[in-house]
């Protein structure tokens, strides 16, 4: 049984930062791609960075040069580093991974349960 767990999330204030963390636990043969979602209230849950297994990440425009997407492979980990943070970045985020089964096994998306962030002051 595969599970995603974040850590991380909370309140803080415009212009401040926040570390989230995602790990996966479970018996797997290998994560692909993890990235990270948000859905704020009454909005669709888009697409925020995603990183594949070797370290190419890609961003949406609206976090590029102040959010960082990093990973762990041996720790199974992947992280979010949110600089100069926004009111418009409160949102559930929810962190998201790819990973194959013993091979040649499928490769299955899963997510973890999610966690808030509140940019307000």
């Known amino acids: 049984q595969v599970q995603l767990v974040e850590s991380g999330g909370g309140l803080v204030q415009p212009g401040g930062s926040l570390r989230l963390s995602c790990a996966a636990s479970?018996?797997?043969?290998?994560?692909?791609?993890m990235g990270w979602y948000r859905q704020a209230p009454g909005k669709e849950r888009e697409l925020v960075t995603i990183?594949?297994?070797?370290?190419?990440?890609n961003y949406a425009d609206s976090v590029k040069g102040r959010f960082t997407i990093s990973r762990d492979n041996a720790k199974n980990t992947v992280y979010l580093q949110m600089n100069s943070l926004k009111p418009e970045d409160t949102a559930v985020y929810y962190c998201?991974?790819?990973?194959?089964?013993?091979?040649?096994?499928?490769?299955?998306?899963?997510w973890g349960p999610g966690t808030q962030v509140i940019v307000s002051s």
């Open positions: 990183i594949s297994y070797w370290g190419l990440a």
């Open positions: 479970g018996t797997f043969f290998r994560i692909n791609d």
């Open positions: 998201y991974a790819a990973i194959q089964g013993a091979p040649p096994g499928p490769v299955v998306d899963y």
